[in-house]
């Protein structure tokens, strides 16, 4: 069995801006399983399709994404801006981690501008914490698909949205990959979204989301002296690996 890396983010789009270069390259280098998961289907990202439309639209717009690279898309079906710790939702990002049962865990960063990225980044968090935990979900007369997890998963978090965190103050990543060999095929990835084009213009002034990407990486590219890169940081508190499993893998 291949080692899996599982990617939990709060949109349609997310990994595709944040994270799908070092997933490409644990998927090509290292023969990684690797599994996308966005907790909305992004029903919200549109001004001319209701919203059961949009969501349609962009699941598939996801699972494009993902069959290009080789990837499993999942998406756990909450509603744009209705992302928030409570029991339900954490019993369902358990159950995904419970089924999917990854090595190493990816999420947004804790501070960032959007809420529905720092509730995900909550929910993942509590969720990579509670999944070893056989009385968190399994109840005496109560089935659970999948059995708990052995041990808490490797926990990062990616760079915020245009590295800042609400108030602008800037999040600088623990360290940063050079995905300049794959930065073509997270190119592709982001084009599948083709719905978001017309929507990114309109709401968040962003002209050409593919170049605005490339951008983006070659500037956090420009700190290790690569063309492009990644940036992210580690969960390492008490009782979560303290290994920096990604830099060892991927340099
Ligand atoms: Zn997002």
């Given at each position: 069995?291949?080692?899996?890396?599982?990617?939990?983010?709060?949109?349609?789009?997310?990994?595709?801006?944040?994270?799908?270069?070092?997933?490409?390259?644990?998927?090509?280098?290292?023969?990684?399983?690797?599994?996308?998961?966005?907790m909305t289907a992004g029903d919200c990202g549109s001004a001319e399709h209701a919203p059961d439309e949009i969501a349609a639209i962009r699941r598939a717009e996801g699972k494009a994404a993902c069959d290009s690279a080789g990837?499993?898309?999942?998406?756990?079906?909450?509603?744009?801006?209705?992302?928030?710790?409570?029991?339900?939702?954490?019993?369902?990002?358990?159950?995904?981690?419970?089924?999917?049962?990854?090595?190493?865990?990816?999420?947004?960063?804790p501070d960032d501008y959007h809420l529905d990225h720092e509730q995900t980044s909550t929910l993942v968090r509590a969720a990579t914490f509670a999944t070893p935990i056989g009385n968190f979900l399994h109840r005496p007369g109560?089935?659970?698909?999948?059995?708990?997890?052995?041990?808490?998963?490797?926990?990062?978090?990616?760079?915020?949205?245009?590295?800042?965190?609400?108030?602008?103050?800037?999040?600088?990543?623990?360290?940063?990959?050079?995905?300049?060999?794959?930065?073509?095929?997270?190119?592709?990835?982001?084009?599948?979204?083709?719905?978001?084009?017309?929507?990114?213009?309109?709401?968040?002034?962003?002209?050409?989301?593919?170049?605005?990407?490339?951008?983006?990486?070659?500037?956090?590219?420009?700190?290790?002296?690569?063309?492009?890169?990644?940036?992210?940081?580690?969960?390492?508190?008490?009782?979560?690996?303290?290994?920096?499993?990604?830099?060892?893998?991927?340099?």
């Open positions: 069995m291949p080692d899996t890396v599982l990617a939990v983010l709060a949109h349609p789009d997310d990994a595709e801006f944040l994270c799908a270069g070092i997933l490409l390259r644990l998927r090509r280098e290292r023969g990684w399983a690797v599994h996308v998961a966005t990837f499993t898309y999942h998406c756990v079906g909450l509603l744009d801006l209705r992302v928030r710790f409570c029991d339900e939702q954490l019993n369902a990002v358990t159950r995904l981690l419970n089924a999917v049962r990854p090595t190493v865990v990816l999420t947004h960063s109560h089935a659970e698909p999948h059995p708990p997890l052995d041990a808490i998963p490797h926990l990062f978090y990616c760079d915020p949205l245009e590295g800042k965190n609400l108030f602008g103050h800037p999040v600088p990543p623990a360290f940063s990959i050079d995905i300049s060999t794959v930065i073509d095929a997270k190119a592709t990835m982001l084009d599948a979204h083709e719905s978001q084009r017309a929507w990114l213009r309109k709401h968040h002034g962003v002209d050409n989301l593919v170049q605005s990407m490339r951008d983006w990486s070659t500037s956090r590219g420009a700190a290790i002296g690569a063309p492009y890169a990644e940036g992210f940081r580690q969960h390492l508190g008490h009782s979560y690996p303290q290994g920096n499993l990604l830099g060892e893998l991927l340099g």
